[in-house]
């Protein structure tokens, strides 16, 4: 059995639930992953709130016509979510490994 637990990169409590979300330097060419917590992911929730939503992906309904149920899919997403198909690739294959 293998239990793998994802924490807030910036508390890294590990009680907490996390989410992760995907930061693009879009003009820099720089992309990163962080994983946060409701706490933490407060900044990056406002910001995305004020943005237009050209680039947000609903995964929601692509991740169930794949038949797909993580483990993650018990925490409730609440409001904004962003997920990129390089993300939803990635978690694939961490769950296929
Ligand atoms: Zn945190």
């Known amino acids: 059995m293998r239990v793998t637990v994802t924490v807030c990169d910036v508390c890294e409590d ?11 330097d879009v003009s ?3 992309t990163g992953n962080v994983d946060l917590c ?3 992911e407060q900044p990056l929730a406002a910001l995305l709130a004020k943005a237009p939503a050209s680039s ?3 995964t929601k309904t692509k991740a169930r016509a794949a038949g797909a149920t ?3 899919a018990r925490y409730r997403p609440h409001g904004i979510k962003v997920t990129t198909p ?3 690739e990635k978690k ?3 769950q296929g490994a």
């Open 28 to 30: 820099g060419g720089v």
């Open 92 to 94: 694939k294959r961490e």
């Open 70 to 72: 993580p483990a993650k």
């Open 86 to 88: 390089e993300e939803i």
């Open 38 to 40: 409701e706490e933490h």
């Open 14 to 24: 590990a009680e907490r639930e996390t989410r992760s979300w995907q930061i693009r």
């Open 56 to 58: 947000t992906v609903k």
